[in-house]
T-cell receptor
Framework: ETGVTQTPRHLVMGMTNKKSLKCEQHLGHNAMYWYKQSAKKPLELMFVYNFKEQTENNSVPSRFSPECPNSSHLFLHLHTLQPEDSALYLC???????????????FGPGTRLTVL | AQKVTQAQTEISVVEKEDVTLDCVYETRDTTYYLFWYKQPPSGELVFLIRRNSFDEQNEISGRYSWNFQKSTSSFNFTITASQVVDSAVYFCALSERGLSISNFGNEKLTFGTGTRLTIIP
């Protein structure tokens, strides 16, 4: 596997379900990101992890719970979601670290989530 | 606050025509980075280019070219001799380099709303 992979690619869940999205990067990066892409809205940054430390939480509701067990894996745990949470959830990774230059983020194919 | 504007929501051109996608940005940072990404129907955002604010040299990569002009805060993207495979949504993005309390780099990309490009065979 190369690049950034995400599973599942499609997910349909009810509002009372609990599910998890998985992201894995094979690029040797240290930073990982979750984004939400809704129809007709700009991509919204949700969470950032750098060396497994959460460095950004963009006022995301607690029904979304991220987990980063190591620099290669990132999860997004979902529970009691709302229909308006239906969207494409994209994972990305970048070199990260303490450098001064902006890294390029590389994205996975996304998980298309539908909440019924 | 940073802002990226892609005023063209949708563009359709006939195959082999040239097309330019506009991107205008706002930032108070003196050091910043601009990006273009392509999102085909499969959903994955594909990185195309990164440009830092100190490098105003235009770039050409095959049929793709980018025109960065700080004076007008624009970073436009041109596809020459367009092909059907170029059909996708294209996003322009601006980065803000922040630091967390633990001093780790923290990339925050501000995306435009995207331009849906359709190439008609």
């Amino acid at each position: 596997e190369t690049g950034v992979t995400q599973t599942p690619r499609h997910l349909v869940m009810g509002m009372t379900n609990k599910k998890s999205l998985k992201c894995e990067q094979h690029l040797g990066h240290n930073a990982m990101y979750w984004y939400k892409q809704s129809a007709k809205k700009p991509l919204e940054l949700m969470f950032v992890y750098n060396f497994k430390e959460q460095t950004e939480n963009n006022s995301v509701p607690s029904r979304f719970s991220p987990e980063c067990p190591n620099s290669s894996h990132l999860f997004l745990h979902l529970h009691t979601l709302q229909p308006e949470d239906s969207a494409l959830y994209l994972c990305a990774s970048s070199q990260g670290g303490t450098g001064k230059t902006a890294d390029t983020q590389y994205f996975g194919p996304g998980t298309r989530l539908t909440v019924l | 606050a940073q802002k990226v504007t892609q005023a063209q929501t949708e563009i359709s051109v006939v195959e082999k025509e040239d097309v330019t996608l506009d991107c205008v940005y706002e930032t108070r940072d003196t050091t910043y980075y601009l990006f273009w990404y392509k999102q085909p129907p499969s959903g994955e955002l594909v990185f195309l280019i990164r440009r830092n604010s100190f490098d105003e040299q235009n770039e050409i990569s095959g049929r793709y070219s980018w025109n960065f002009q700080k004076s007008t805060s624009s970073f436009n993207f041109t596809i020459t001799a367009s092909q059907v495979v170029d059909s996708a949504v294209y996003f322009c993005a601006l980065s803000e380099r922040g630091l967390s309390i633990s001093n780790f780099g923290n990339e925050k990309l501000t995306f435009g709303t995207g331009t849906r490009l359709t190439i008609i065979p």
